[in-house]
Protein backbone atom coordinates (compact mmCIF):
# COMPACT_ATOMS: atom_id res chain seq x y z
CA UNK A 1 0.00 0.00 0.00
CA UNK A 2 1.20 3.75 -0.38
CA UNK A 3 0.30 7.01 -1.05
CA UNK A 4 0.62 9.32 -3.94
CA UNK A 5 1.77 12.37 -3.49
CA UNK A 6 1.06 15.72 -4.93
CA UNK A 7 4.74 16.95 -5.82
CA UNK A 8 4.88 21.09 -5.57
CA UNK A 9 7.36 23.25 -6.85
CA UNK A 10 9.89 23.76 -4.81
CA UNK A 11 10.95 27.42 -3.97
CA UNK A 12 14.86 28.89 -3.52
CA UNK A 13 16.36 31.35 -1.52
CA UNK A 14 15.29 34.37 -2.49
CA UNK A 15 11.63 33.57 -3.23
CA UNK A 16 8.93 36.55 -2.21
CA UNK A 17 6.43 34.51 0.42
CA UNK A 18 3.27 37.21 0.90
CA UNK A 19 0.94 37.71 3.53
CA UNK A 20 -1.80 38.96 2.67
CA UNK A 21 -4.37 39.92 5.62
CA UNK A 22 -8.04 40.82 3.76
CA UNK A 23 -10.22 42.32 6.27
CA UNK A 24 -14.34 44.33 6.05
CA UNK A 25 -12.22 47.47 6.78
CA UNK A 26 -8.90 47.14 6.06
CA UNK A 27 -6.43 44.81 4.34
CA UNK A 28 -2.85 44.55 4.97
CA UNK A 29 0.41 42.87 3.06
CA UNK A 30 3.22 41.61 4.67
CA UNK A 31 6.28 39.73 3.54
CA UNK A 32 9.75 38.17 3.49
CA UNK A 33 12.43 36.81 1.58
CA UNK A 34 12.75 32.91 1.37
CA UNK A 35 15.96 32.22 3.50
CA UNK A 36 15.78 35.02 6.02
CA UNK A 37 12.73 35.30 8.47
CA UNK A 38 12.89 38.73 8.72
CA UNK A 39 9.29 39.60 8.01
CA UNK A 40 8.24 43.38 6.68
CA UNK A 41 4.82 44.72 6.31
CA UNK A 42 4.19 47.18 3.35
CA UNK A 43 2.88 50.95 4.30
CA UNK A 44 0.69 52.54 2.24
CA UNK A 45 3.10 55.64 2.18
CA UNK A 46 6.76 55.17 2.34
CA UNK A 47 8.87 55.76 5.04
CA UNK A 48 5.87 55.46 7.32
CA UNK A 49 4.00 52.80 9.43
CA UNK A 50 0.69 53.16 7.86
CA UNK A 51 -0.26 49.79 7.14
CA UNK A 52 -3.92 50.00 6.42
CA UNK A 53 -5.74 49.50 3.24
CA UNK A 54 -9.01 50.38 3.57
CA UNK A 55 -10.73 47.91 1.27
CA UNK A 56 -12.91 50.03 -0.95
CA UNK A 57 -13.45 50.11 -4.65
CA UNK A 58 -14.35 52.96 -6.59
CA UNK A 59 -15.74 53.66 -9.80
CA UNK A 60 -15.44 56.61 -12.22
CA UNK A 61 -19.02 56.90 -14.00
CA UNK A 62 -19.19 56.40 -17.61
CA UNK A 63 -15.76 54.81 -17.95
CA UNK A 64 -13.50 51.53 -16.73
CA UNK A 65 -11.69 53.82 -14.19
CA UNK A 66 -11.45 52.26 -10.70
CA UNK A 67 -9.41 53.57 -7.94
CA UNK A 68 -9.02 51.11 -4.51
CA UNK A 69 -7.61 51.64 -1.30
CA UNK A 70 -6.73 55.83 0.10
CA UNK A 71 -7.75 56.64 -3.47
CA UNK A 72 -10.61 55.42 -3.59
CA UNK A 73 -12.06 56.70 0.18
CA UNK A 74 -10.04 60.28 -1.12
CA UNK A 75 -12.44 60.07 -4.26
CA UNK A 76 -15.81 58.58 -2.80
CA UNK A 77 -17.27 62.61 -2.28
CA UNK A 78 -17.26 63.10 -5.99
CA UNK A 79 -20.50 63.38 -7.57
CA UNK A 80 -19.10 61.07 -10.54
CA UNK A 81 -18.38 57.53 -8.70
CA UNK A 82 -19.86 55.00 -7.47
CA UNK A 83 -18.10 53.49 -4.39
CA UNK A 84 -18.00 49.69 -3.11
CA UNK A 85 -17.64 48.92 0.38
CA UNK A 86 -18.24 45.79 2.65
CA UNK A 87 -16.48 43.75 -0.09
CA UNK A 88 -16.49 40.89 1.85
CA UNK A 89 -19.87 41.03 2.85
CA UNK A 90 -20.89 41.39 -0.34
CA UNK A 91 -18.98 38.07 -1.88
CA UNK A 92 -20.71 36.25 0.91
CA UNK A 93 -23.87 37.42 -0.34
CA UNK A 94 -23.10 36.48 -3.41
CA UNK A 95 -25.60 37.98 -5.56
CA UNK A 96 -25.05 40.23 -8.78
CA UNK A 97 -23.75 44.02 -7.83
CA UNK A 98 -25.74 46.78 -10.06
CA UNK A 99 -22.83 49.81 -10.62
CA UNK A 100 -23.16 52.26 -13.36
CA UNK A 101 -25.20 50.31 -15.54
CA UNK A 102 -23.39 47.24 -15.20
CA UNK A 103 -23.93 43.76 -12.98
CA UNK A 104 -20.53 42.75 -11.51
CA UNK A 105 -19.62 39.53 -9.81
CA UNK A 106 -18.48 40.09 -5.75
CA UNK A 107 -15.94 38.00 -5.60
CA UNK A 108 -14.69 39.48 -9.23
CA UNK A 109 -14.36 42.52 -7.14
CA UNK A 110 -12.30 41.27 -4.21
CA UNK A 111 -10.02 39.99 -6.71
CA UNK A 112 -9.94 43.16 -8.78
CA UNK A 113 -8.57 44.74 -5.30
CA UNK A 114 -6.63 42.30 -4.28
CA UNK A 115 -4.53 42.63 -7.82
CA UNK A 116 -4.67 46.34 -7.22
CA UNK A 117 -3.45 46.19 -4.05
CA UNK A 118 -0.40 43.68 -4.52
CA UNK A 119 1.30 46.91 -6.85
CA UNK A 120 2.22 48.14 -3.65
CA UNK A 121 4.49 45.32 -3.69
CA UNK A 122 5.92 46.23 -7.25
CA UNK A 123 9.20 47.73 -5.02
CA UNK A 124 9.62 44.56 -3.92
CA UNK A 125 8.29 41.48 -6.37
CA UNK A 126 5.29 42.27 -8.86
CA UNK A 127 2.26 39.84 -8.65
CA UNK A 128 4.10 37.57 -11.03
CA UNK A 129 6.89 36.81 -9.65
CA UNK A 130 5.47 36.08 -5.69
CA UNK A 131 6.36 32.28 -5.02
CA UNK A 132 3.85 31.94 -2.37
CA UNK A 133 0.89 33.30 -0.89
CA UNK A 134 -1.05 33.22 2.36
CA UNK A 135 -4.77 35.01 2.60
CA UNK A 136 -5.43 35.21 6.02
CA UNK A 137 -9.47 36.58 7.17
CA UNK A 138 -11.25 37.18 10.39
CA UNK A 139 -13.17 34.15 9.99
CA UNK A 140 -12.25 31.21 7.36
CA UNK A 141 -16.04 29.29 7.27
CA UNK A 142 -17.06 27.08 4.29
CA UNK A 143 -18.02 30.13 2.18
CA UNK A 144 -14.96 32.18 2.44
CA UNK A 145 -12.44 29.52 1.61
CA UNK A 146 -15.44 29.68 -1.63
CA UNK A 147 -14.50 32.84 -2.10
CA UNK A 148 -10.83 33.00 -1.28
CA UNK A 149 -9.85 29.92 -3.80
CA UNK A 150 -12.06 31.43 -6.56
CA UNK A 151 -10.40 35.43 -6.34
CA UNK A 152 -6.94 33.27 -6.20
CA UNK A 153 -7.79 31.52 -9.17
CA UNK A 154 -8.47 34.90 -10.81
CA UNK A 155 -5.28 36.32 -9.84
CA UNK A 156 -3.31 34.18 -12.07
CA UNK A 157 -0.66 33.66 -9.83
CA UNK A 158 2.21 31.77 -10.88
CA UNK A 159 2.67 29.57 -8.13
CA UNK A 160 1.31 26.66 -6.66
CA UNK A 161 1.77 27.61 -3.03
CA UNK A 162 -1.41 29.04 -2.36
CA UNK A 163 -2.61 28.95 1.55
CA UNK A 164 -5.92 29.94 3.58
CA UNK A 165 -5.87 30.64 7.27
CA UNK A 166 -7.71 32.18 10.05
CA UNK A 167 -7.20 35.19 12.58
CA UNK A 168 -6.76 32.81 14.85
CA UNK A 169 -4.26 30.35 13.26
CA UNK A 170 -1.89 33.42 12.05
CA UNK A 171 -1.78 34.79 15.70
CA UNK A 172 -1.00 30.76 16.62
CA UNK A 173 1.78 31.16 13.61
CA UNK A 174 3.52 34.52 14.78
CA UNK A 175 3.67 33.38 18.38
CA UNK A 176 5.83 30.36 17.24
CA UNK A 177 8.48 32.52 15.77
CA UNK A 178 8.63 34.90 18.79
CA UNK A 179 11.00 34.19 21.78
CA UNK A 180 10.31 31.46 23.73
CA UNK A 181 9.70 33.54 27.32
CA UNK A 182 6.89 35.42 25.77
CA UNK A 183 4.67 32.56 25.35
CA UNK A 184 5.93 30.13 28.12
CA UNK A 185 2.52 30.76 29.64
CA UNK A 186 -0.47 31.57 28.02
CA UNK A 187 -0.69 34.68 26.01
CA UNK A 188 -3.56 37.00 24.78
CA UNK A 189 -4.74 39.26 21.77
CA UNK A 190 -6.86 41.54 22.09
CA UNK A 191 -8.18 43.31 18.64
CA UNK A 192 -10.48 46.47 18.78
CA UNK A 193 -11.69 48.47 15.64
CA UNK A 194 -13.38 51.05 17.53
CA UNK A 195 -16.44 48.94 17.99
CA UNK A 196 -15.29 45.54 18.22
CA UNK A 197 -13.05 43.70 20.53
CA UNK A 198 -12.46 40.47 19.61
CA UNK A 199 -10.04 38.57 22.64
CA UNK A 200 -7.83 35.35 21.46
CA UNK A 201 -6.11 33.58 24.75
CA UNK A 202 -3.45 30.65 23.59
CA UNK A 203 -2.87 27.77 25.81
CA UNK A 204 0.06 25.32 25.22
CA UNK A 205 -0.65 21.70 27.18
CA UNK A 206 2.61 20.88 27.39
CA UNK A 207 1.38 17.14 29.00
CA UNK A 208 0.92 16.18 25.62
CA UNK A 209 3.13 15.11 22.61
CA UNK A 210 3.06 17.32 20.31
CA UNK A 211 1.99 19.90 22.59
CA UNK A 212 -1.71 20.56 22.15
CA UNK A 213 -2.44 24.32 21.66
CA UNK A 214 -5.85 26.35 21.56
CA UNK A 215 -7.47 29.32 21.44
CA UNK A 216 -9.94 30.55 22.63
CA UNK A 217 -12.04 33.65 20.68
CA UNK A 218 -14.69 35.85 22.64
CA UNK A 219 -16.49 38.96 20.79
CA UNK A 220 -17.66 42.08 23.02
CA UNK A 221 -19.81 44.30 20.76
CA UNK A 222 -20.36 46.90 23.55
CA UNK A 223 -16.97 47.94 24.06
CA UNK A 224 -17.43 51.46 21.94
CA UNK A 225 -15.18 54.21 21.48
CA UNK A 226 -16.47 57.75 20.82
CA UNK A 227 -15.99 59.49 17.58
CA UNK A 228 -13.70 62.52 16.96
CA UNK A 229 -16.20 64.85 16.59
CA UNK A 230 -17.74 64.33 20.06
CA UNK A 231 -18.23 66.77 22.82
CA UNK A 232 -15.10 66.28 24.79
CA UNK A 233 -17.25 65.64 28.19
CA UNK A 234 -19.53 62.99 25.86
CA UNK A 235 -15.96 61.74 25.04
CA UNK A 236 -14.13 60.97 28.48
CA UNK A 237 -17.62 59.30 30.04
CA UNK A 238 -17.41 57.33 26.65
CA UNK A 239 -13.91 56.16 27.66
CA UNK A 240 -13.98 56.03 31.15
CA UNK A 241 -16.68 53.12 30.77
CA UNK A 242 -14.94 51.52 27.92
CA UNK A 243 -11.93 51.45 30.05
CA UNK A 244 -14.44 50.27 33.14
CA UNK A 245 -15.52 47.51 30.58
CA UNK A 246 -11.89 46.57 29.02
CA UNK A 247 -10.36 46.24 32.69
CA UNK A 248 -13.44 43.65 33.80
CA UNK A 249 -12.73 41.72 30.41
CA UNK A 250 -9.22 41.34 31.20
CA UNK A 251 -9.64 40.29 34.48
CA UNK A 252 -11.47 37.66 33.94
CA UNK A 253 -9.23 36.63 30.97
CA UNK A 254 -6.19 36.08 33.17
CA UNK A 255 -8.28 35.12 36.41
CA UNK A 256 -6.67 32.05 37.89
CA UNK A 257 -4.54 32.05 35.09
CA UNK A 258 -0.49 33.10 34.04
CA UNK A 259 0.26 34.75 31.17
CA UNK A 260 3.02 35.83 29.79
CA UNK A 261 2.03 37.99 27.30
CA UNK A 262 -0.50 40.55 25.60
CA UNK A 263 -0.98 41.97 22.59
CA UNK A 264 -3.23 44.90 21.68
CA UNK A 265 -4.48 45.23 18.04
CA UNK A 266 -6.24 47.68 15.86
CA UNK A 267 -7.25 51.47 15.76
CA UNK A 268 -9.48 50.64 18.63
CA UNK A 269 -5.99 51.25 21.28
CA UNK A 270 -4.82 54.34 19.27
CA UNK A 271 -6.39 56.48 21.61
CA UNK A 272 -5.20 56.66 25.56
CA UNK A 273 -8.38 56.08 26.82
CA UNK A 274 -7.41 52.50 28.58
CA UNK A 275 -5.16 53.55 31.47
CA UNK A 276 -6.66 51.44 34.07
CA UNK A 277 -6.99 48.19 31.92
CA UNK A 278 -3.19 48.75 30.27
CA UNK A 279 -2.19 49.78 34.31
CA UNK A 280 -3.80 46.01 35.36
CA UNK A 281 -2.41 44.09 31.77
CA UNK A 282 1.20 45.85 32.19
CA UNK A 283 1.51 44.01 35.91
CA UNK A 284 3.95 41.51 35.20
CA UNK A 285 3.64 40.70 31.97
CA UNK A 286 4.94 42.01 28.66
CA UNK A 287 2.33 43.91 26.36
CA UNK A 288 2.96 45.10 22.75
CA UNK A 289 1.20 47.22 20.68
CA UNK A 290 0.47 47.58 17.24
CA UNK A 291 -1.73 46.27 14.13
CA UNK A 292 -0.09 44.31 11.24
CA UNK A 293 0.12 41.08 13.66
CA UNK A 294 -1.55 38.92 11.79
CA UNK A 295 -0.40 39.97 8.13
CA UNK A 296 3.00 38.98 9.47
CA UNK A 297 1.41 36.11 11.29
CA UNK A 298 0.66 34.69 7.74
CA UNK A 299 3.63 34.88 6.39
CA UNK A 300 5.09 32.84 9.02
CA UNK A 301 2.53 30.58 8.66
CA UNK A 302 3.74 29.79 5.13
CA UNK A 303 7.46 29.63 6.65
CA UNK A 304 5.65 26.70 8.66
CA UNK A 305 4.17 24.71 5.56
CA UNK A 306 7.41 25.09 3.66
CA UNK A 307 9.90 24.44 6.13
CA UNK A 308 8.63 24.07 9.73
CA UNK A 309 10.95 24.92 12.76
CA UNK A 310 11.55 23.10 16.15
CA UNK A 311 8.25 24.62 18.10
CA UNK A 312 6.41 24.24 14.75
CA UNK A 313 7.06 20.36 14.73
CA UNK A 314 6.47 20.19 18.68
CA UNK A 315 3.52 21.88 18.71
CA UNK A 316 0.19 21.16 17.26
CA UNK A 317 -2.72 23.85 16.65
CA UNK A 318 -6.43 22.54 17.38
CA UNK A 319 -8.61 25.28 15.96
CA UNK A 320 -12.09 25.84 14.57
CA UNK A 321 -10.74 25.03 11.10
CA UNK A 322 -8.57 21.51 12.07
CA UNK A 323 -8.60 18.10 12.04
CA UNK A 324 -8.59 17.14 15.43
CA UNK A 325 -7.96 13.61 15.22
CA UNK A 326 -5.41 11.18 13.60
CA UNK A 327 -7.20 9.50 11.44
CA UNK A 328 -5.01 5.73 9.54
CA UNK A 329 -5.12 1.86 9.40
CA UNK A 330 -4.60 -1.44 10.53
CA UNK A 331 -2.91 -2.99 7.04
CA UNK A 332 -0.27 -5.61 6.07
CA UNK A 333 2.88 -4.58 4.69
CA UNK A 334 5.50 -7.51 3.68
CA UNK A 335 3.67 -9.87 5.61
CA UNK A 336 3.63 -8.07 8.85
CA UNK A 337 0.61 -5.68 10.39
CA UNK A 338 1.57 -1.81 10.61
CA UNK A 339 -0.03 1.26 11.12
CA UNK A 340 -1.26 3.63 8.15
CA UNK A 341 -1.55 7.12 8.59
CA UNK A 342 -3.71 8.59 6.17
CA UNK A 343 -4.31 12.08 7.96
CA UNK A 344 -2.80 13.98 10.51
CA UNK A 345 -4.62 16.04 13.41
CA UNK A 346 -3.95 19.88 12.60
CA UNK A 347 -4.63 19.86 9.14
CA UNK A 348 -6.71 22.07 7.87
CA UNK A 349 -9.78 20.04 7.25
CA UNK A 350 -10.31 22.11 3.55
CA UNK A 351 -6.54 21.35 2.32
CA UNK A 352 -6.81 17.43 2.78
CA UNK A 353 -7.22 15.07 0.06
CA UNK A 354 -5.18 11.55 0.03
CA UNK A 355 -5.23 8.98 -2.29
CA UNK A 356 -3.73 5.51 -2.23
CA UNK A 357 -4.62 2.24 -3.72
CA UNK A 358 -4.52 -1.08 -2.09
CA UNK A 359 -5.54 -5.15 -2.03
CA UNK A 360 -8.43 -6.80 -0.58
CA UNK A 361 -9.13 -10.58 -0.06
CA UNK A 362 -12.40 -11.65 0.70
CA UNK A 363 -13.35 -9.47 3.28
CA UNK A 364 -14.04 -6.85 1.10
CA UNK A 365 -14.43 -3.77 3.95
CA UNK A 366 -12.34 -0.64 5.09
CA UNK A 367 -11.77 0.24 9.25
CA UNK A 368 -10.08 3.43 9.62
CA UNK A 369 -8.75 4.64 13.59
CA UNK A 370 -9.37 7.61 14.58
CA UNK A 371 -7.18 8.72 17.32
CA UNK A 372 -8.47 12.30 19.12
CA UNK A 373 -5.93 14.64 20.21
CA UNK A 374 -8.83 16.06 22.64
CA UNK A 375 -8.16 13.60 25.20
CA UNK A 376 -10.90 10.97 23.91
CA UNK A 377 -10.78 7.47 23.60
CA UNK A 378 -9.76 5.47 20.41
CA UNK A 379 -12.22 4.89 17.99
CA UNK A 380 -12.66 2.90 14.95
CA UNK A 381 -14.79 3.07 11.62
CA UNK A 382 -16.43 0.78 9.62
CA UNK A 383 -16.93 1.38 5.79
CA UNK A 384 -18.37 -2.49 3.93
CA UNK A 385 -17.80 -2.23 0.54
CA UNK A 386 -21.71 -3.40 0.36
CA UNK A 387 -22.59 -5.12 -3.19
CA UNK A 388 -19.02 -5.85 -4.19
CA UNK A 389 -18.83 -8.12 -7.60
CA UNK A 390 -17.02 -11.39 -7.18
CA UNK A 391 -14.90 -12.40 -9.94
CA UNK A 392 -12.89 -15.19 -8.81
CA UNK A 393 -9.76 -13.41 -8.46
CA UNK A 394 -7.55 -13.44 -5.08
CA UNK A 395 -7.24 -9.99 -4.52
CA UNK A 396 -8.90 -6.84 -6.21
CA UNK A 397 -7.21 -3.94 -6.18
CA UNK A 398 -8.90 -0.67 -5.02
CA UNK A 399 -8.43 3.05 -5.09
CA UNK A 400 -8.97 5.20 -1.84
CA UNK A 401 -9.22 8.66 -1.71
CA UNK A 402 -10.19 10.68 1.14
CA UNK A 403 -10.92 14.31 2.25
CA UNK A 404 -13.18 16.62 4.26
CA UNK A 405 -16.58 18.16 3.94
CA UNK A 406 -16.36 20.23 7.25
CA UNK A 407 -13.63 20.02 9.94
CA UNK A 408 -15.64 16.80 11.51
CA UNK A 409 -16.94 15.33 8.31
CA UNK A 410 -14.60 12.92 6.27
CA UNK A 411 -15.50 11.84 3.16
CA UNK A 412 -14.26 8.70 1.60
CA UNK A 413 -14.49 7.55 -1.85
CA UNK A 414 -13.23 3.61 -3.01
CA UNK A 415 -13.12 2.93 -6.82
CA UNK A 416 -12.30 -0.58 -7.80
CA UNK A 417 -9.11 -1.23 -10.34
CA UNK A 418 -9.52 -5.09 -10.69
CA UNK A 419 -6.37 -7.15 -10.61
CA UNK A 420 -4.46 -7.32 -13.83
CA UNK A 421 -5.49 -7.55 -16.83
CA UNK A 422 -7.52 -10.88 -16.42
CA UNK A 423 -9.65 -9.50 -13.78
CA UNK A 424 -10.18 -5.60 -15.33
CA UNK A 425 -12.21 -3.11 -13.47
CA UNK A 426 -15.57 -3.61 -13.28
CA UNK A 427 -16.57 0.91 -12.39
CA UNK A 428 -17.84 0.01 -8.85
CA UNK A 429 -17.33 2.63 -7.02
CA UNK A 430 -18.67 3.51 -2.70
CA UNK A 431 -18.86 6.97 -1.89
CA UNK A 432 -19.72 6.96 2.44
CA UNK A 433 -18.73 9.58 5.22
CA UNK A 434 -18.34 9.52 8.97
CA UNK A 435 -18.06 12.12 11.64
CA UNK A 436 -14.90 12.39 13.87
CA UNK A 437 -14.74 14.49 16.89
Not at 10 to 22: E, F, I
Not at 59 to 66: A, D, E, P
Not at 168 to 192: G, K, N, R
Not at 395 to 402: A, P
Amino acid sequence: MFLEHKEEGKLHKGSVLVGYDLGEQYSQISYCVYGNEDVDTVATVVGTKQYNIPTVLCKRKGVNQWFYGKDAVKNSGQEDMFVVEKLLSLARKGEKIGLDGESYDPVALVTLFMRRSLTLMNLIASIENIAAIMFTVDELDDRMVEILAQAAANLNLKTSHIYFQSHTESFYSFMLHQPPELWTYQVIACEHDGRRLKTYRMECNKRTTPIVTLIEEQIYETLVIPEEDEEEQVKKDAFRLADERFLGILEKMCEGRIVSCAYLLGDGFREDWNEQSLQFLCHNRRVFQGNNLFSRGAVYGILEKLDPGEAGLSHVFLGKDKLKSNIGMHVMRQGKESYFALLDAGENWYEIHRECEFLLGDVKKLEFVVTPLTGKNVETREIPLAGAKETGAPFTRYRLEVAMSSPDTVQIKVTDLGFGELFPANGQVWEKSFQVS
